[in-house]
């Protein structure tokens, strides 16, 4: 089965970490660019960071930067979020999806996602 897996997410205070994860099954990953995507209530889903499949490049939205940290295990299939010194403002639901290329902080094509996985970000 094809799919796309996030897990990871929870309630942790601010200042605080969490790692998400998105694993693959059905495909290799590795040959994909690789993108997490949040969506607040009421809010447009932003692209947060994107990993492509061949160069090392990635994206960091402005947002982000400095705190968040996207990687690859090849070996797991997988792709994490590190995500630190958390804020209130973290607050969404995340989920990544799998493409051909990413620009931005977009992939143009979305050929694998996943049902996401939330994050709350409180006191």
């Known amino acids: 089965q094809v799919q796309l897996v996030e897990s990871g997410g929870g309630l942790v205070q601010p200042g605080g970490s969490l790692r998400l994860s998105c694993a693959a099954s059905?495909?290799?990953?590795?040959?994909?660019?690789i993108g997490w995507f949040r969506q607040a209530p009421g809010k447009e889903r932003e692209g947060v960071s994107c990993s492509s499949s061949s160069d090392g490049n990635t994206y960091y939205a402005d947002s982000v930067k400095g705190r968040f940290t996207i990687s690859r295990d090849n070996a797991k299939n997988t792709v994490y979020l590190q995500m630190n010194s958390l804020k209130p403002e973290d607050t969404a639901v995340y989920s990544c999806?799998?493409?051909?290329?990413?620009?931005?902080?977009?992939?143009?094509?979305?050929?694998?996602w996943g049902q996401g996985t939330q994050v709350t970000v409180s006191s």
């Open positions: 059905g495909f290799t990953l590795d040959y994909y660019a």
């Open positions: 999806a799998a493409g051909p290329s990413f620009r931005g902080g977009i992939l143009p094509r979305e050929i694998y």
